[in-house]
Structure formats: structure tokens, C-alpha cells
């Protein structure tokens, strides 16, 4: 074998090297997906329904999705509950908009909390009860910012305890 050619397969194996390993700690990190109305944006008429829908979900295998508060509640947004995906709705800027990011946060604890009852696997269950965890702290921090202790204690205590509940991944 030549010497260059040994350099170039070397090189080669070393960027294949390089590559699953880069691959692998990708997947030891939170992945979230944006998705909004994009309204305005310079974007074809299909990539604004492959990105408002959520479409490429089954590749791209978020954590959880942040979604303009606007476009919630949707289908989409529901069946992103259904598999159990936190859901961050943005932005929040006044009564009203408080009004309806509870009624969302609320409805997503409720397919949260059924899910959660019903034991799938290790894995399964982790996911969900963290899912569920990070819904009630939503709430308990959606509480707090409007100056209702309580129930901000309460839904915190919840999130404590979802979380404690959980297996281990």
C-alpha cells in the first residue's frame, strides 16, 4: 500500500471516528423544536406546513417543542402532548395571554397525568413523568408570576414529586 494512500484511508477512519462520536454526544443533550405561525417569513408554502406541523419530528426527534403562543391550541400541539412532549409556549405578554397558556399548560396536565398512569416501559415512564414534572413546574412558575402563591407551591410540590417518581433513563 503507498504511503498516500494510507494517509487518506487513516483520515478517512478517523473522520468516520470523529463523526460517530460527535453523533453520539448530540444525543446526550436537551433538543428542542420552534415552531410559530412563521407569518411574514420568506419561506415557500410547504416548508411554512412541513415547520408549523411539526413534520419532520419523527427525523429531528425533539425534547420538547417552544411554540408561539398564537397558534396554541392546535392539532399539532395536541398530538405533541399525546407523545408526551413538554410543550414552552412564547411569549406571554399580558392577562389574557396568561389566560390561555393556563388553559394550555392545564390541558397538557391532563393528558400528561394519563399518560403517566398508564406504565409502558423504564424509558417510557421516565420521559413521561419528566414530562409531567416540567408541566406542573410551568404552571407553578405561571402561578407564581401572578402573584398566586398557593397554587404556585402546589403545582411546584407536584413537579417534586412527578419528578422522584420517575425511574431512572
Known sequence: MSKSLGIALFLALLLVGVAFGVARDLYSYERGQLTGDFEGEDLAWYEVFLLRNLLMNWTSKPDF?????????????????????????????????AEDAEAHLRAQVAVLEDLAANPVSAHE?????NALADAYQALGDLYRDGGQADLAAEFWGKAESARAAAPGP
Open 65 to 97: 417543542v417552544a411554540v408561539e403562543l398564537d397558534v396554541v391550541p392546535s392539532v399539532t400541539t395536541t398530538v405533541q402532548g399525546w407523545w408526551g412532549r413538554p410543550l414552552l409556549c412564547w411569549t406571554v405578554e399580558d392577562a389574557e395571554d
Open 125 to 129: 415512564d421516565w420521559a413521561r413523568l
